[in-house]
């Protein structure tokens, strides 16, 4: 059957039609929709683990079992999972396993722009890219051949556009192939020294094995062209924009194996035309490759290693015609993006601030909480990184920072890598004050449930992590809740955890706003005569607020009611409808 298909939703569908058993992930944008997806499938064991590194783990486990199985993240998620990825190479796999990775060049949602091909090399793992949701499919199918084949774990590169977009599928059944019994294999599974010695010369042939296969793969294809003045070698997206632009103008050869890469496959292409192009977003990862060969491709010099590629920008520099995008005559005001109206971060960003603390911050959306007009966090690198980073910034300045410094974190963030982080200034003991910003989801993602909610993947009933008990466990005498729309309760908390000689967490605890169980009060309306004009509301930078004639106004589609522009308001202008005389 044919269905129009999002490439994460079509590479779910391979991930069922290929008998995938155990799926394990973390949520991560472009990558999110795969494990959502699978869930729905009765077939497919699916969970959201806490973080990269656990779910990567448990899909080995399931593979060990006997059991094909599957792990998704996004590109800075990888980097959590490195660890046990590099001992997977060595140990192999009993039934197949396949790693989902997507990157994000352009960084819509992401703070580097990552290649993540380096880990497939650096790793000596075989890596897929599909360019369309049709190959997302039948390359997630093929994964798990390859992995079996060559008794390894295999990625699937995909990339914000190809998860992201649509296009035609054709879906097929799926078929369960036979479990494969486990067998003790202390020499295969055991990675101690002496074994991992005599591991690593068949990791190096197995990658000799996959580069004579990528010679003869239809994954690697050649596409005639009737100029052979240029050839392009590209992938992914870029095939996608080089298709457009040039049509069969000139030859292409369209690499869906990035690594390993072929060898014999590509010097033949390189000999068939007069200049070699290499077309690909991000680094010049297939560019280098063919340098490695003794060929002097035209990669890097032409396309930029920033960002995302283009129609245009291929046209562009290859001197082709291409008919440009529509533009408006009109300039667009800029609209940076703002925590939702009703945001619970929001009150407690605005304590930090009236407090003139150093805020250091994580990864979510929270993060936010940087943007004018609170501009209270001046740090974010990675999850969990606010916690380990607070513990050495009072450490290096000690008296100076310890009372006016704090680290705000996720929930969900917090149970990804806060705890380590936690652990550290119990041990090491830093007064340092951690802010648990708990909205009951992981919110940045889309609302995945996570270990505090007390709900897995499906919104079943799961095991609930209780923050406060947790916290208390790990050494803390200190940890107290607050509600962030109470403006007051925030300010005092803040004021005493930093005066404390000793380190302490707060938890700011209210749900987010857009789930869909949180009832919200009525919304807000101005009383114009006693308002005043002074703009004391807008200080909260909710997008529910505005000022117009010089009087508040309040956007009633957008207002949730939650009441912290009321206590910012001198002059009580701000009332509930039931107030409303």
């Keep these: 059957m044919k269905k129009l298909m999002l490439g994460n939703a079509a590479a779910a569908r391979g991930l069922y039609e290929a008998g995938c058993a155990v799926i394990s992930s973390y949520p991560g944008t472009p990558s999110t929709e795969i494990t959502e997806e699978a869930a729905k499938y009765d077939e497919i064991y699916c969970e959201w683990a806490p973080n990269e590194k656990v779910a990567m783990e448990v899909a080995f486990g399931a593979s060990l079992a006997g059991k094909r199985s599957f792990c998704g993240m996004k590109h800075v998620g990888l980097n959590v999972a490195a660890d046990p990825l590099f001992t997977i190479s060595y140990t192999g796999v009993n039934a197949g396993m396949v790693i989902a990775v997507a990157d994000d060049p352009g960084m819509h949602s992401s703070q580097n722009e990552q290649d993540s091909r380096h880990y497939a090399k650096a790793a000596k793992l075989p890596m897929l890219e599909p360019a369309d949701s049709g190959e997302a499919l039948a390359f997630a199918k093929t994964a798990y051949e390859l992995s079996e084949r060559f008794d390894a774990p295999v990625f699937l590169k995909m990339c914000t556009r190809i998860a992201h977009s649509q296009s035609i599928v054709e879906t097929g059944e799926r078929i ?59 992938s992914s997206t870029s095939y996608q924009y080089v298709k457009e632009v040039c049509g069969d103008t000139y030859p292409i050869l369209k690499l869906g194996m990035i690594w390993p890469l072929p060898e014999k496959k590509i010097r033949d292409f390189a000999a068939s035309v007069d200049q070699l192009i290499v077309v690909e977003e991000l680094d010049p990862f297939i560019e280098e490759h063919c340098r490695s060969l003794g060929l002097d491709p035209v990669g890097k010099a032409l396309f930029p290693i920033e960002g995302e590629l283009s129609q245009t920008i291929v046209a562009e520099k290859l001197g082709l015609p291409h008919e440009a995008g529509l533009r408006l005559d009109e300039a667009i005001p800029a609209r940076p993006p703002v925590m939702c109206a009703g945001c619970p971060h929001r009150g407690l960003f605005y304590t930090l601030n009236r407090n003139k603390c150093t805020v250091l911050g994580d990864i979510g959306c929270y993060t936010l909480g940087a943007v004018a007009p609170l501009s209270a966090i001046e740090m974010t690198a990675c999850m969990g990184a606010s916690i380990s980073a607070i513990h050495g910034f009072n450490k290096a300045l000690g008296q100076a920072s310890e009372g006016k410094t704090v680290a705000v974190i996720g929930d969900s963030t917090f149970m990804h890598s806060g705890m380590t982080g936690l652990a550290n200034i119990a041990y090491n003991q830093s007064n340092s004050t951690v802010i648990i910003l708990d909205n009951s989801i992981t919110g940045m993602t889309g609302h995945q449930q996570n270990p505090t909610t007390g709900y897995n993947i499906k919104g079943d009933p799961a095991g609930k992590i209780d923050l406060e008990s947790l916290c208390r466990a790990m050494g803390f005498q200190r940890v107290r809740v607050v509600d962030p729309y109470d403006l007051a309760q925030c300010d005092q908390a803040v004021k005493e955890e930093l005066a404390a000689e000793e380190p302490s967490v707060i938890i700011s605890r209210r749900p987010c706003a857009l789930l869909k169980y949180v ?63």
């Design 176 to 234: 369960t192939p036979p479990e494969k019994p486990y067998e003790k294999n202390i020499a295969k599974y055991v990675m101690m020294p002496g074994n991992a010695i005599r591991r690593h010369p068949i990791v190096e042939e197995r990658t000799r094995q996959l580069i004579a296969f990528a010679e003869e793969s239809s994954l690697n294809r050649v596409e005639a062209g009737r100029d052979h003045s240029k050839g392009i070698i590209t």
């Design 519 to 581: 009832k919200h009060k009525p919304p807000l309306t101005v009383v114009n005569d006693q308002c005043r004009g002074c703009q004391a509301c807008m200080r909260i930078g909710c997008p529910a607020i505005s000022m117009k004639h010089g009087k508040a106004r309040v956007d009633g589609t957008l207002c949730v009611g939650c009441g912290v522009c009321q206590q910012l308001c001198r002059f009580d202008a701000l009332q509930g409808t039931e107030k409303e005389g």
